[in-house]
């Protein structure tokens, strides 16, 4: 007791004259929470879009989403040079070796021992505010092949603790040129089978397939300095245009954000974009929508006659507008309709433009299973 009473007195003694009440011992203590920095998109769409980019073709498709204003971007891969070259700010290197080499396994292993690490970053990249994030990838190269899957799973969990508009995962997938070998036409044969499934399971959605032989014949005279970015743009270009028509009113008819998000919740989605030389003549609109519709997209080996949903947006001029009849337009807008499948709906909007042209733009959804695209991959590889 006495004992006590000492050291009482001396920590009496220690504070004597002071406005301390305690002498606070050195305890571990948990650091202060990080203040939450928001990542703010330069563009005003519907939605609020994040993107992954993984491998080679995947970083160039997400490097072009950020070129359009979109912020909330992140590119990952198994090699730390192929990062050097794509102009993002947010990039991860998984891999120690120098890439996957084609290898989906090697991909998959990177990944799985990394996961915890590539969830992190892609919280940092895109903030709390995502109404869903897509998976951007090349099927043919080892990177973006072999982490396609478990990014989505990723992805998901990462929505779903962020409580996101959306609970599926959208994912851009670019399959090879036929004359990349056999080793990458199975890469991408094996790569579009688990998107399918991904589709098919209710996880994936869109699925937007980017065919590079349709691509390559498309622009063939597109220098090859220009090829991967006016490929890329033509896709993300009309991606985009569909996120900033739907949050923007019409004076003619609107395609809202309900229109857009119905059609990416559909499953296999193309898009298209063409022009209408001589809008005057009625014929030549229907036969743009029906061109787009079926040559008119990126996407090689999908049979469109199985869609089941569609939006369609005319941008014309103000001397465009002043003088088309609405039948004209209502007649393109069926031409679409019948193309699609039985009892298929086509949400429509028309809006005036900074360019005295007509033009039309199409994204098209609920499309059936690539089988086709499936089974010419497979022999392509020489999958067995």
């Keep these: 007791m006495s004992e006590n009473k000492d ?3 001396d920590v009496n003694q220690y504070l004597g004259g002071t406005d301390i009440d305690i002498v606070v011992p050195d305890i571990p203590l948990p650091p202060e929470p990080e203040e939450k920095k928001e990542v703010e998109d330069q563009v005003d769409g519907a939605f609020k879009f994040a993107f992954v980019g993984s491998g080679q073709g995947g970083s160039r498709i997400a490097e072009t989403f950020h070129k359009l204003g979109y912020r909330k971007v992140g590119i990952i891969n198994t090699a730390q040079q192929d990062l050097t070259a794509i102009d993002v700010e947010n990039k991860l290197c998984i891999g120690s070796k120098g890439g996957a080499g084609k290898d989906r396994d090697v991909a998959r292993k990177c990944y ?37 899957k478990p990014l989505v799973h990723t992805a998901k969990e990462l929505q779903d603790t962020l409580q996101s508009d959306s609970r599926k995962v959208g994912v851009i997938l670019a399959l090879p040129k036929y004359s990349e070998g056999k080793r990458v036409n199975a890469n991408a044969y094996e790569t579009l089978k688990d998107a399918s499934e991904l589709v098919e399971s209710g996880i994936v959605s869109p699925l937007v397939i980017i065919d590079n032989e349709k691509t390559s014949k498309i622009y063939s005279n597109v220098s090859v300095a220009n090829f991967w970015q006016t490929a890329n743009m033509s896709m993300a270009g009309v991606f985009h245009l569909f996120n900033m028509t739907a949050s923007r009113d019409s004076s003619y008819s609107s395609f809202d954000s309900s229109d857009y998000k119905s059609v990416l919740d559909s499953g296999i989605v193309i898009f298209g974009a063409t022009p209408v030389p001589d809008w005057k003549d009625p014929v030549n609109i229907s036969r743009a929508v029906r061109s787009i519709a079926q040559t008119g997209s990126m996407s090689g080996g999908i049979d469109i006659t199985t869609a089941n949903i569609a939006g369609a947006i005319l941008i014309g001029g103000k001397e465009v507008l002043d003088n088309v009849p609405q039948s004209d337009l209502d007649q393109a807008f069926d031409q679409l309709t019948r193309i699609l499948s039985s009892g298929s709906v086509v949400h429509r909007g028309i809006y005036s433009g900074d360019k005295d042209n007509l033009t039309v733009f199409t994204i098209i959804g609920g499309i059936a299973s690539p089988d086709e695209k499936l089974e010419e991959l497979k022999k392509l590889g020489d999958v067995e």
């Design 7 to 9: 050291n009482i007195q």
């Design 112 to 148: 799985a021992e990394r996961a915890d690490d590539i969830l992190d970053f892609m919280r940092r990249s895109f903030g709390e505010d995502v109404d869903r994030i897509f998976i951007c990838a090349g099927a043919g190269g080892g990177t973006g092949a072999g982490t396609l």
